[in-house]
């Protein structure tokens, strides 16, 4: 899915079930059901926002496993810009400076500038036409020329986004881009399906954004392991309870150019990759906001990230990874 975080930035370590069956995928739905002695387990995994979801939960509905490959297909349909169909689309190819809008892309681009504002406008969902020139969007990627970024930047600020009822104001040549969050808030609606349901232990994957609630086939807590940012295997593992997890890395959606890394993550403010770190996972209580603030702590330095969470995300916890795979982090026991 075009602007949207994609492809796996966390690896799962899943009990009795391995991340080969990945490897395996062949574009068709896979179930697999598992238990144990107290705990009967299914899984399932399947393509959607262009990344692999893998699930895994106690009990075994077949309806209820269809209806969340449904919601997801429904969210990536919607926010993708690419599809001609899709709200996003529609927004930034609009004619004139306003067009309505329905009440969950209200929702989320309300949420998007809590975001701006909380990260003192590092996170930025004006940065689609930055994304464009780069070639993040069309697969063309390229180092743009210093006149072209300069010119973007004037099309790149959320301060002129304005919402007026149920309409979204623009100026012209301004677009917009949910990747840093629509995934996320896919991740939080697929939770609420299982809650709704009663069931009330399950682990979502959505290509690195995740959430776990209750335990495991063991009966213990979900175990998660962030990917090393230059190399195969992980560098941290950790338990996770009835948390949401998120992942930004340089290592995923990128190109080299003589020499030199650029990755999708976009500063709104000077147009080039940031480069303060190399993969920062967030870990929070709604994986809307760990997808989002993965994407705006790796545009801050550790001063700035702290002084964020102790203002605004008291309970949400980071681990950042330097170029030079110095860790900062405020993980217990770390």
């Known amino acids: 899915m075009s602007g949207i975080k994609l492809k796996n930035l966390i690896i799962i370590l899943f009990v009795f079930i391995t991340m080969f069956i990945i490897l395996s995928y062949n574009g068709k739905k896979i179930e697999k059901t598992s238990s144990s002695k107290n705990f009967k387990y299914s899984s399932f995994t399947f393509f959607s926002l262009d990344t692999v979801i893998d699930v895994k939960y106690g009990g075994e509905n077949r309806a209820l496993e269809r209806k969340i490959k449904s919601e997801f297909d429904r969210i990536y349909k919607k926010f993708s810009p690419?599809?001609?169909?899709?709200?996003i689309y529609k927004i930034n190819n609009r004619r004139g400076s306003e067009i309505k809008i329905d009440k969950e892309t209200?929702?989320?681009i309300k949420e998007s500038l809590k975001f701006y504002k909380e990260s003192s406008k590092v996170f930025d969902i004006t940065v689609k036409p930055l994304l464009d020139i780069w070639?993040?969007?069309?697969?063309k990627k390229k180092v743009p020329s210093k006149k072209e970024i300069v010119k973007t930047l004037k099309y790149v600020s959320s301060e002129r986004i304005n919402l007026k009822g149920d309409k979204i104001v623009l100026p012209s040549g301004f677009k917009i881009d949910l990747g840093g969050i629509a995934k996320g808030y896919a991740v939080d609606r697929a939770a609420k399906i299982f809650k709704k349901s009663g069931i009330t232990n399950f682990l979502i994957n959505a290509g690195g954004d995740l959430i776990a609630r209750g335990v495991n086939d063991r009966g213990k807590p979900w175990i998660i392991g962030i990917q090393h940012p230059r190399k195969s295997g992980v560098i941290k593992i950790f338990r996770v309870e009835n948390r949401a997890v998120a992942t930004s890395g340089d290592y995923q959606r990128y190109f080299v150019s003589d020499g030199i890394r650029y990755c999708h993550i976009l500063s709104p403010f000077i147009g080039y990759p940031f480069r303060k770190w190399v993969s920062m996972t967030v870990v929070?209580?709604?994986c809307i906001t760990a997808d989002a603030l993965s994407t705006a702590f790796f545009g801050m330095d550790v001063n700035s990230i702290k002084k964020t969470i102790n203002k605004y995300f008291k309970d949400v916890k980071f681990y950042g990874i330097k170029p030079d795979m110095s860790v900062y982090t405020n993980f217990d026991r770390e």
């Open 82 to 87: 690419s599809f001609r169909e899709s709200i």
């Open 106 to 108: 209200l929702y989320l």
């Open 135 to 139: 070639g993040f969007e069309n697969e």
């Open 284 to 286: 929070a209580e709604k």
